[in-house]
């Protein structure tokens, strides 16, 4: 499963947002990943997040595998939109 989320964050993707982000992920089962512009980290690895330097305004895709990705997108979208992170966003 995946999904596409404009950063609405005006520092894009951070310290504080990849924090709250990993933190929000790492109790799930699912692997997961954060996309941008064509490099995959680990959306439980805070370094790996924040090694992308993702931009205000920028689109990335989130992509999980495993038992628990219906909740575990849920709370991805809550902690992007409660923390002004980002919103979900569709093509086209």
């Known amino acids: 499963m995946k999904k596409m989320y404009k950063i609405t964050s005006t520092e894009g993707?951070?310290?504080r947002p990849a924090a709250l982000l990993v933190t929000a992920v790492t109790p799930?089962?699912?692997d997961i990943k954060l996309t941008y512009e064509e490099?995959?980290?680990n959306l439980k690895s805070i370094m790996g997040v924040m090694s992308l330097g993702v931009k205000p305004g920028s689109v990335v895709e989130i992509s999980a595998d495993g038992p628990d990705v219906a909740t575990l997108f849920q709370t991805i979208t809550?902690?992007?939109l409660s923390k002004a992170i980002g919103e979900e966003w569709q093509e086209g």
Do not use: L, P, T
Request: aromatic share 8%; charged share 15%.
């Open 13 to 15: 993707i951070h310290a």
């Open 28 to 30: 799930f089962q699912s």
């Open 39 to 41: 490099k995959s980290v």
């Open 78 to 80: 809550e902690v992007m």
